[in-house]
């Protein structure tokens, strides 16, 4: 981190409640320091109650940018002067830039996500199926860059049935060159229709702490299909250790995490950082683990 900071030194940051755990100030920091950029990145707590507050302040005091991590993404929304075209279309924000006395809000879990798949996974989206488990707001993410990355169908599978309906209602105007279905998550426990899915990904918290969907059985997936989990932990989830015994090629979500937060860096900084700089920092601080040629693992 930089510790020669001066009335000079630029504000970077990222906002959550809670926000202790975040992994952000870590490579954020660390791109600054290898660029020789006058810049500090900092954790701030915002209760919900307080966030109209902390983002006049944040704006009074004049940051350069911050990260909005939950349970802030859409509630910031209506907070901010100018909303760029992916952020209008998830309807969530999790990088926000200052320019001039404006605040404008970007989503970059859409392009990390795309990234993490070309990068970790040497997945090819362009006319691909795809299944994805959840249809929260990383799930509505999700859709947007598989969409614009030229997926071909998109299936959600959520508990709530509802509600993944919903979500592909939003979408199938934007979207009308895609396939958008919903499907019961029973889909998961060995359905055949698994074989016809390139590529699985699992938006939704399940796998934290040791949590699991019911009944899980990949076997009938295709030898060349995909399962990316979202989830980081120091463990592997269930879901990818049950890729792992169909020798499904797969990987979690800390290359997603680093791309995002790559894309923030440039949005703030107009610099790349360090190629591989802020992943590695990421795999260092979870156990150092790799994530490709097969092997699977989570954050």
Not at 256 to 268: I, P, Y
Not at 273 to 283: Q, V
Request: charged share 20%; hydrophobic share 45%; with cysteine.
């Amino acid at each position: 981190m930089n510790t020669n900071l001066t009335g000079k030194t630029g504000i970077l940051g990222i906002i959550g409640w809670p926000v202790a755990h975040s992994l952000s100030p870590l490579m954020q920091n660390a791109a600054c320091v290898a660029l020789g950029l006058d810049y500090v990145y900092v954790p701030f707590p915002v209760a919900p109650e307080n966030l109209r507050k902390a983002v006049d302040g944040l704006r009074a005091l004049g940051v350069t940018g911050f990260n909005v991590t939950i349970p802030h993404k859409e509630a910031i929304v209506g907070l901010l002067d100018i909303l760029s075209d992916e952020a209008r279309l998830i309807g969530a924000v999790n990088t926000v830039k200052r320019e001039g006395d404006r605040l404008t809000g970007h989503n970059t879990d859409a392009a990390g996500l795309i990234t993490s798949l070309q990068d970790d996974l040497e997945f090819d989206i362009k006319g691909s199926r795809v299944l994805l488990l959840g249809a929260g707001g990383a799930a509505r993410a999700a859709i947007v860059g598989l969409c614009r990355a030229g997926a071909a169908s998109v299936i959600v599978a959520n508990r709530t049935p509802d509600k993944a309906e919903r979500l592909v209602a939003d979408f199938r105007s934007a979207f009308s060159g895609a396939n958008l279905a919903v499907s019961p998550l029973d889909i998961l426990k060995g359905d055949q229709r698994l074989k016809d899915v390139d590529l699985l990904i699992n938006t939704t918290a399940v796998g934290l702490g040791g949590t699991t969907f019911d009944g899980v059985d990949l076997a009938p997936m295709a030898p060349c299909a995909c399962v990316y989990d979202m989830v980081y932990s120091p463990a592997l989830t269930p879901l990818l250790a049950e890729a792992r015994r169909n020798s499904l090629r797969s990987a979690n979500g800390v290359g997603m995490l680093a791309a995002q937060g790559e894309a923030a860096f440039s949005f703030w900084t107009g610099c790349e950082p360090p190629n591989g700089l802020m992943k590695s920092r990421l795999m260092a601080a979870l156990g150092g683990q790799d994530m490709l040629d097969n092997e699977v693992y989570s954050k």
